[in-house]
């Protein structure tokens, strides 16, 4: 951490900082790197292709599909959920319209079938290790790592099936990602306009610039909540991330009483941001606003209570959100592949999407295809021993990067805890992909610092042999993970096995089964 001390009430002077800001400027530019650009670009190309290639081999819906499509389709008709066959009308849903909006979008353009079906969540898994690749550059200022974040991703079986089935879960962690993404960006642009109130002697606490990046954050968090609403999970996390890393900023820059100084901007700012959460996930209700078929649309005018306009509309939704609520709330019908949040880091309960026997010629008695969402599990076992280190990376070196990447992961996951013990509500495995980017940062951040020595993760040129030792462990490791995914590539993408190699696959036994 770069440290300015002040001596007097004043700001520094211009003449005391221009190294300081030269390199900080530097710093925050480094996402024009080419080469990073050439890493980024071959990695996601990599990853469509593993989401795309024979993304329709299996027919019909697999689990949750049987929901989600078809909902889907019938936005495209309706405007909102349909259920014909029950209703009549409109149907009862209990999640937020946009990702099976974001599903329409695929059956608009290819049709109602696999691949319009399909194609969205393949799109936005992809997306993600985009994101997430320029994630890990801006924290680690290292194309190596960044590329093994992107990697480990595109190598990982949860996420990948996630990516190659029409569920919303991909799409919550797609939004959720962004979002953090926006908050990185606000942290630097703030500190660089702390940077240049300096440079221009003023006071460096008045906010002098509209924080566009955080604003964003909330507009894609707002949106994230319109896929599924446990991304209001991230919202207390996010902000307490927000005023940590600005209090940081202004103690850096040498203001006085730095939690003070600029408190009331970060409010109004977060408060504004918050604001935009609320309105973005509203607007993601448009269709059921604009039309008059969706549930609840005019329950006030039909149970002869008064409904004007615009406020009748808010409290009618309202009431659906109250009948939505009481229904995830009451959610505890034993499942066969539910599992607790305890379980999932350890994989100790994956979901079968899908299972056939007797399902082609394998050249053996019997043959199976199976789409097991499973993570990839030298990858997902590395998870908790990362993020004990992580905590200790964050105590012993104050690296503001390691709590950026553990408050996350305990946004993603803490609040499952919570409801597991208060009312053992029925959760699956897939309730974790908004925290897996995260733990894999968890991971890419310790093969960082066994890359390095204790001081740091950037180093001048040439490399001890504690380093050579670093990079080899980390390579061996990378290598083991895509020999796993490789392995296990059968079972995440409905590929077909005898009955003997699919039981070889089953390390876990009943478990995962």
């Known amino acids: 951490m770069m440290v300015l001390t002040a001596t007097t009430e004043r700001p520094t002077p211009a003449r005391a900082v221009p190294e300081l800001v030269r390199r900080r400027l ?60 029950k209703t009549g009308g409109p149907a009862f849903v209990v999640h937020p319209p946009l990702g099976k909006w974001l599903i329409a979008l695929g059956e608009k353009a290819f049709g109602n079938n696999e691949l319009g079906w399909r194609f969205p969540a393949a799109i936005a898994g992809t997306l993600m290790i985009l994101i997430l690749i320029r994630v890990a550059y801006r924290m680690f200022h290292s194309i190596v790592l960044a590329g093994t974040a992107g990697l480990l991703m595109t190598l990982d079986g949860f996420q990948l099936v996630l990516s190659r089935t029409s569920l919303l879960d991909i799409f919550l962690g797609l939004f959720v990602l962004a979002s953090f993404a926006a908050l990185l960006l606000d942290r630097d642009h703030y500190r660089r306009r702390l940077l240049r109130s300096l440079e221009r002697a003023e006071d460096p606490a008045v906010p002098r610039a509209v924080p566009w990046w955080l604003l964003m954050a909330g507009a894609l968090l707002g949106l994230a909540c319109g896929v599924k609403w446990s991304a209001l999970f991230f919202l207390p996390f996010f902000a307490v991330l927000i005023i940590a890393w600005r209090v940081q900023a202004r103690r850096s820059a040498g203001v006085r009483r730095p939690l003070r100084a600029g408190l009331v901007g970060d409010l109004g700012w977060g408060l504004l941001s918050s604001v935009l959460v609320v309105v973005f996930y509203l607007a993601t209700w448009t ?16 149970n002869g209570l008064s409904e004007p306009p615009v406020i009748g509309a808010l409290l009618n939704l309202m009431h659906y959100h109250q009948s939505a609520f009481e229904f995830h709330s009451n959610l505890s019908s034993p499942h066969t592949y539910q599992s607790w949040p305890w379980q999932w880091l350890l994989l100790g309960r994956p979901v079968a999407f899908d299972w056939k026997s007797n399902a082609g010629n394998c050249g053996a008695a019997s043959c199976v295809r199976e789409t097991l969402l499973l993570g990839t599990p030298i990858l997902w076992w590395s998870f908790l021993p990362a993020l004990a280190a992580l905590i200790w990376f964050g105590l012993s070196r104050r690296d503001w990067r390691a709590w950026a990447i553990l408050v996350p992961v305990a946004a993603g996951l803490l609040p499952w805890f919570y409801y597991a013990v208060k009312d053992s509500r029925t959760m699956f495995a897939f309730y ?12 890419v951040y310790v093969l960082g610092a066994i890359m390095t020595p204790p001081e740091g993760m950037v180093q001048g040129p040439g490399r001890t042999d504690r380093q050579l030792l670093g990079v080899i462990v980390a390579g061996a490791y990378v290598v083991l993970v895509a020999l796993c995914f490789a392995y296990f590539h059968p079972i995440f993408v409905n590929g077909l096995l005898s009955y003997e190699d699919w039981a070889a696959r089953m390390w876990l036994g009943s478990r995962w089964i």
């Open 26 to 85: 530097a710093t925050l530019e480094n996402w024009l790197n080419p080469y990073s650009w050439l890493v980024t670009g071959i990695i996601v190309v990599i990853a469509a292709i593993l989401r795309l290639n024979g993304i329709t081999t299996r027919k019909g819906y697999i689990f949750d599909e049987v929901y989600y499509p078809t909902d889907a389709w019938d936005m495209l008709q309706h405007g909102v959920e349909w259920d014909p066959e």
């Open 287 to 302: 269709g059921w606003f604009v039309t008059s078929g969706g549930w609840d649309r005019h329950y006030r005018e039909q």
């Open 432 to 443: 974790a992909l908004p925290a897996l980017p995260f733990l894999i940062l968890a991971v």
